[in-house]
């Protein structure tokens, strides 16, 4: 689906803003703190049902308002849908073409939405957390078994947690079982989509001149050398020792070798700001259906040759693209596409 129309009331400094994208590739201009990454919030809230940003409601509220609203249309082929999100202070309603939705599930599998953000730098140099949910954001759309044998395999962890913490062994194991059961099939789906996704990388890898070959170093959350229920037996005086469960899926990570060396210490700032980008764009290649693409300062550490290597992947996308920007000459490499411009000052949104 692509953004055909968005609507925005009192979300952060956007008291008021509607505009109608273009299907392809939208750029955003304006000055620090004018609104911009406000706008892409916005989008991403339509995709997500939750921000980017932060996890609190009441900071998207604009001050001296009880709640934000976002609203957006949807074009899929011949048809038209309706995406609408308010929030308050400790309350979320979504409704999809009038009809109210309880989970975000729905709004993940009608609008894939990602974002390249200056957090997402962290990703390749931080905690596992970022990682492991980048990855399953693409097992969700690969893989229809995964969705719900990790929440089956959450509700497992929980109670196992519960029952170690208790120093109920009886209840620990029992529950094992059940964690192992459902870990298994989600360890499955992510090795399945990395050896994708690790062909699809490399060829987006070579076009942004990062190395000769690219790989993704899974890590599954154990000791694979032996079966994950053999483990958690194994591992069971340990947790309950400390009331928590060391080993299994939720602790699954990845890591990212260039011509087989790890990036973290060899890459430039800039390097790894385009390798960030390789793996989005990779991401995007990988549905099954159309998504949404926003990208925030485009050119923040990247030097003129590697902006136009970026601006060139990226116009060759299938997906609706929004980039923002503080200075209109970086955006200057897309003039000869079709694209839609918009200039954002103080909270307004208009047509440059």
């Not at 249309?73 to 309880?102: P, Q």
């Not at 694979?224 to 229920?229: I, K, P, V």
């Not at 939720?250 to 385009?274: A, C, N, T």
């Amino acid at each position: 689906m692509s953004l055909i129309s968005l609507d925005i009331l009192r979300l952060r400094n956007l008291l008021s803003v509607s505009l109608e994208p273009d299907p392809h590739l939208n750029l955003i201009v304006g000055p620090n703190a004018s609104g911009k990454t406000s706008l892409l919030e916005a989008v991403y809230l339509l995709g997500r049902g939750q921000s980017f940003r932060t996890p609190e409601n009441g900071r998207l509220i604009s001050d001296g308002e009880a709640d934000c609203v976002v609203a957006g249309r949807f074009r899929k082929g011949d048809f038209v849908h309706r995406i609408g999100i308010r929030l308050a202070a400790g309350e979320r309603r979504i409704r999809i073409d009038g009809r109210g939705v309880d989970s975000r599930a729905e709004l993940l599998e009608r609008v894939p939405v990602r974002i390249v953000d200056p957090s997402l730098y962290r990703l390749l140099e931080e905690a596992p957390r970022l990682r492991r949910r980048f990855l399953d954001w693409g097992v969700f759309y690969h893989d229809s078994a995964f969705l719900p044998a990790w929440r089956r395999y959450r509700r497992a962890l929980q109670q196992r947690n519960a029952a170690l913490k208790a120093g109920d062994r009886e209840g620990a194991q029992l529950w094992g079982r059940e964690l192992a059961k459902y870990g298994k099939i989600v360890d499955r789906s992510r090795r399945c989509y990395l050896q994708a996704f690790e062909a699809r990388l490399n060829a987006v890898g070579r076009r942004l001149g990062l190395g000769a070959e690219i790989t993704v170093r899974y890590l599954p959350g154990w000791n694979a050398e032996n079966a994950l229920d053999a483990v958690l037996r194994d591992d069971l005086q340990r947790d309950l020792r400390y009331g928590c469960t060391h080993s299994g899926p939720h602790r699954g990570d990845f890591s990212i070798l260039v011509d087989g060396h790890g990036v973290r210490h060899r890459f430039s700032r800039g390097q790894m700001k385009l390798l960030v980008h390789a793996l989005v764009v990779t991401q995007g290649q990988l549905l099954d259906r159309p998504a949404v693409l926003l990208i925030d300062d485009l050119a923040s550490e990247l030097d003129l040759e590697n902006q136009a290597l970026l601006r060139e992947l990226l116009v060759q996308t299938q997906e609706q693209i929004f980039i923002t920007a503080t200075q209109p000459e970086v955006l200057a490499g897309f003039g000869s596409q079709r694209h839609r411009m918009f200039h954002v000052e103080q909270g307004r949104v208009v047509p440059a």
